[in-house]
């Protein structure tokens, strides 16, 4: 059964970090596309970043600059650091674990991470 499970998420002021995690189970971590997605109250879920397995990463525009992906194929954990938070930054993150060869698609059950004065 694979779960992923994120956490790191909580309030923080503009100009704050906060740093998610996402460990994986279940599936063969190290042949995974790993991403970060978020969807604020009214709108479409949208990419963050993703890292290949290759260690490459993208960004959306929004996050460049200011948010890190990375991941730990040990742990089986991918990590998104966030710096400088905007309060456009609040929304619902969510990990996703996305393999093309197998047809596998996977998330999480999302973490809440509020931008507030």
């Known amino acids: 059964q694979v779960q992923l499970v994120e956490s790191g998420g909580g309030l923080v002021q503009p100009g704050g970090s906060l740093r998610l995690s996402c460990q994986a189970s279940?599936?063969?971590?190290?042949?995974?596309?790993m991403g970060w997605y978020r969807q604020a109250p009214g709108k479409q879920r949208e990419l963050v970043a993703v890292?290949?397995?290759?260690?490459?990463?993208n960004y959306a525009v929004s996050a460049k600059g200011r948010f890190t992906i990375s991941r730990d194929n040990a742990k089986n954990t991918v990590y998104l650091q966030m710096n400088s938070l905007k309060p456009e930054d609040t929304a619902v993150y969510y990990c996703?674990?996305?393999?093309?060869?197998?047809?596998?698609?996977?998330w999480g059950q999302g973490t809440q991470v509020t931008v507030s004065a």
């Open positions: 996703n674990a996305y393999r093309v060869v197998v047809r596998a698609d996977h």
């Open positions: 279940g599936i063969f971590f190290r042949l995974y596309r």
């Open positions: 890292i290949t397995d290759g260690n490459d990463t």
